[in-house]
Antibody, heavy 115, light 107 residues
Framework: EVELVESGGGLVQPGESLRLSCAVS????????MTWVRQAPGKGLEWVAN????????YYVDSVKGRFTISRDNANNLLYLQMHSLRVEDTAIYYC????????WGQGTLVTVSS | DIQMTQSPSSLSASVGDRVIITCRAS??????LGWYQQRPGKAPRRLIH???TLQDGVPSRFSGSGSGTEFTLTINSLQPDDFATYYC?????????FGGGTKVEVK
């Protein structure tokens, strides 16, 4: 069964850092682009970042450039989102998803940035 | 950046109704568009890709059409499970952008 399971969310203060993980099973992780999408409470969906199969290409939404880093560990089927200098407006559920076309989604992990 | 304008933002409908949701892209995106359904408290799921191709396992009452800048999602004979929020996503160019969402509510 195909599964994407995010973890690492929590409550942090503005300016702090957090690393999200996404554990993948049920498909060949190393063959797919991977994506992070977020959803602020009561709001719509926002694409955050993408990473190529070998990690050699990455793309980010402007609002997180220079603060967030997407990476992957193909040997262990793990996707990461390292988040620095977190802001209140980064508060959201963060979903990992398969492919640029966002075919499959995890259940999400909640990140709350508040003082 | 490509803006995706989705309309309406909400609608009220009854079981059995036909529902049409529209997404307009601010520039041509060929057919690089997907439609997603999100039920309350759940992760989204993809319904349609490449504008009109139904995802495996999705009921045939869902259909998508369009190309270029104008796209529609049609739900024929709305069912109780279909009351949810729907989003379009363009993946033609970065940054990828979602429409603002359409909430389908019970009339």
């Amino acid at each position: 069964e195909v599964e994407l399971v995010e973890s690492g969310g929590g409550l942090v203060q503005p300016g702090e850092s957090l690393r999200l993980s996404c554990a993948v099973s049920g498909f060949h992780f190393g063959s797919f682009w991977m994506t992070w999408v977020r959803q602020a409470p009561g709001k719509g969906l926002e694409w955050v970042a993408n990473i190529k199969q070998d990690g050699g290409q990455t793309y980010y939404v402007d609002s997180v450039k220079g603060r967030f880093t997407i990476s992957r560990d193909n040997a262990n089927n793990l996707l990461y989102l390292q988040m620095h200098s977190l802001r209140v407006e980064d508060t959201a559920i963060y979903y990992c998803a398969r492919q640029t076309t966002v075919t499959l989604w995890g259940q999400g992990t909640l990140v709350t940035v508040s003082s | 950046d490509i803006q995706m304008t989705q309309s309406p933002s909400s609608l009220s409908a009854s079981v059995g109704d036909r529902v049409i949701i529209t997404c307009r892209a601010s520039q041509v995106i060929r057919n690089d568009l997907g439609w997603y359904q999100q039920r309350p408290g759940k992760a989204p799921r993809r319904l349609i890709h490449t504008a009109s191709t139904l995802q495996d396992g999705v009921p045939s009452r869902f259909s998508g059409s369009g190309s270029g800048t104008e796209f529609t999602l049609t739900i024929n004979s709305l069912q109780p499970d279909d009351f949810a929020t729907y989003y379009c996503l363009q993946y033609n160019s970065y940054p990828l952008t979602f429409g603002g969402g359409t909430k389908v509510e019970v009339k």
